[in-house]
């Protein structure tokens, strides 16, 4: 609705025609007649209703043979843009949520396509910003705020909240048709032939990528092969990255103070000296096996040699490590090297292992494969390199 | 780019042509196109790659297709280890 030329209701005109919902002035040319079937004064209260705060990708609403549907914008704001940034970087992530219950983009009738979504805000935004032309109703089921793919994986993306939202929303009123077009990605929980048998509807799964939607649209809900397989591309394991580093938060610092702590044990006892010299080299080390397995090895990913993620993150740790030790070397002693040599692959190997939360292509069967033989090694080689740390300290070194 | 391969052999993936009645929904919703039609019937082409994700077997209406899916999240496995649960995403993690 254009706001320049609908002036704001006054307290007074509110007041005046409390009765019920007055007729429109007839000068008001651009702002939409108010539709007499609409419950009373729905057209006036259209921005806002008292306790109410309106969502800022709401632009309009549609009346329906249910009631009044939201309709979404297709563009995202900045508010949506910032939301966004917020989840990469893991901030607030449990309560990004949108309320469950139907939605429109555009003008859709009782004919337009309904298509299936979670109400994790960033699933529900990767959606609608792909639908700018399209008339389509938007089902957002309760997931509690999870992402389709995982959410499916735990079966709350599933059967019964589908067939529970359709009735709930009385899909049946809106649209003549009886088809359902749900992501690909949530048939992990969702029984295509329950689902039509509990609701009447018909599952019909759309492409992997809400991006590929238009193309799905207009090809009569045909989605080519590449549609529906999943990709692990460059830039989607980079934007991972963020949330792996700040899900080690809490553990880089207690290692961190136990590193800087341990540093001070030497041949005088201890020593502050040694606690902030030793502290922070081992520190450093514990950073760069971080940031190696959980940045830099998700993505060189395909490049580096081996299947198992813990083997990736190796590699790529001792790499790093020989580099450190190359540019380190008048520094380094002996242990010293010795202990930079394998606890930089340890802990990069773990950072790498845990990387495979965030795959499209891993198997939990293989997933617990690789660690029941990775996790005893890396302690094995943190053991080593601790013991080779305190021999370089009281050997004189760092 | 080379492709992105993890271990072999390891999937729980079981495909039970006899009761396959060739109705596609497999070769459909598989993000990886493990499965292929060849007459009439599914047919695993491409095991390998399968990751558990249990979207095959969830949408089997003839139970032809079985899997154990589950969380493959490291953390949520050394979850399930400790506590002897069900490895689970409900552990703090954003898997």
């Known amino acids: 609705m254009s706001q320049s030329c609908c002036p704001p209701e006054t307290e007074t005109t509110s007041a005046a025609t409390s009765s019920c919902c007055p007729p429109q002035p007839a000068a008001a040319n651009c702002c939409p007649p108010a539709t007499l079937e609409e419950s009373c004064c729905a057209a006036k209260d259209k921005k806002e209703r008292p306790g109410y705060r309106l969502e800022p990708y709401v632009t309009d609403w549609l009346s329906t043979p249910t009631g009044e549907v939201p309709q979404v914008a297709t563009r995202l704001g900045r508010q949506d843009t910032l939301g966004a940034w917020q989840m990469r970087w893991g901030s607030g992530r449990n309560r990004y949520t949108i309320a469950p219950g139907l939605y429109a983009v555009g003008q859709p009738d009782g004919d337009a396509p309904v298509m299936v979504s979670a109400n994790y805000k960033l699933s529900f935004d990767a959606l609608r910003k792909e639908l700018s032309k399209i008339d389509a109703w938007i089902l957002v089921i309760d997931t509690k705020g999870i992402n389709v793919w995982c959410a499916a994986g735990k079966g709350t993306f599933g059967t019964d909240e589908i067939v529970r939202r359709v009735k709930s929303c009385q899909l049946e009123k809106i649209v003549s048709h009886r088809q359902l077009i749900v992501p690909q990605l949530g048939a992990p929980g969702v029984a295509a032939h329950a689902v039509a048998r509990q609701s009447g509807f018909k599952v019909i799964y759309g492409p992997v990528r809400a991006s590929d939607l238009p193309s799905f649209l207009l090809s009569g809900l045909q989605a080519t092969a590449q549609m529906r397989r999943v990709t692990f591309k460059a830039r989607e394991r980079l934007i991972l990255t963020p949330v792996e580093l700040v899900m080690m938060n809490k553990v880089s610092g207690w290692a961190i103070i136990c590193l800087f702590l341990l540093g001070g044990i030497g041949p005088s006892i201890y020593s502050l000296n040694d606690m902030w010299h030793r502290g922070l080299t081992a520190s450093a080390v514990y950073l760069a096996g971080l940031l190696t397995g959980a940045v830099l090895t998700p993505i060189l990913l395909p490049w580096i040699p081996g299947a198992a993620l813990a083997w990736k993150g190796v590699v790529a740790g001792l790499a790093a490590a020989v580099l450190a030790c190359g540019l380190f070397a008048g520094l380094l002693d002996l242990p010293g090297s010795l202990a930079l040599l394998l606890a930089l692959p340890a802990v990069a190997s773990y950072c790498a292992m845990n990387f495979t939360g965030s795959t499209t292509y891993t198997s939990p069967s293989g997933v617990e494969k690789e660690m029941r033989l990775a996790i005893p090694l890396q302690a094995l080689a943190l053991l080593g390199a601790a013991t080779a740390w305190f021999w370089s300290a009281f050997s004189g070194g760092s | ?95």
């Open chain 2, 1 to 95: 780019m080379p492709e992105l391969n993890y271990l072999k052999d390891v999937t729980t993936l079981k495909l039970d042509q006899e009761k396959c009645t060739g109705c596609m929904l497999c070769t459909l919703v598989c993000p990886h196109g493990v499965f292929a039609m060849q007459d009439g019937k599914a047919q695993l082409t491409d095991r390998d790659r399968c990751m558990e994700c249990g979207a095959c077997a969830r949408n089997c209406a003839f139970e032809a297709i079985s899997v154990s899916a589950g969380v493959g999240c490291a953390s949520a496995i050394i979850y399930g280890w400790l506590t002897g649960k069900e490895a689970s995403c409900d552990c703090g993690g954003s898997c």
